[in-house]
């Protein structure tokens, strides 16, 4: 990796609840963003929107486990605007909705 992608990769994982699209990041750190865009897959052999989207869904996950925070409010938080593809994206990650991934293991379903 050169420093410049270095800086993005470590942009995204310490800020995921921040502002990470692609044109305002690059700016940020003065890389042109079709530039970062080329570079970051080449680099890393993931395209610069999955890897955001990973990294977003992770933190999503860690937020239903260890807060109260609703489902609405941790899209928000990430800077998803459409609860809807939240959704889609976190049950494509990990197989169920982010309202059930929240319930605990040993939940028991039975009356």
Do not use: C, M
């Amino acid at each position: 990796h050169n420093e410049q992608l270095d800086g993005v990769i470590t942009e995204i994982l310490n800020y995921p609840e921040g502002d990470l699209r692609q044109k305002k990041l690059s700016a940020d750190l003065h890389i042109n963003s079709t530039y970062l865009s080329t570079v970051f897959l080449a680099q890393t052999g993931v395209r610069f929107v999955d890897y955001v989207n990973a990294v977003k869904l992770k933190r999503a996950a860690w937020l239903l486990i260890n807060t109260q925070l609703g489902v609405a409010e941790i899209a928000g938080r990430l800077d998803y605007r459409d609860n809807s593809y939240f959704s889609k994206l976190f049950r494509a990650k990990y197989g169920v909705s982010p309202s059930i991934f929240r319930l605990p293991l040993s939940y028991d379903f039975q009356i």
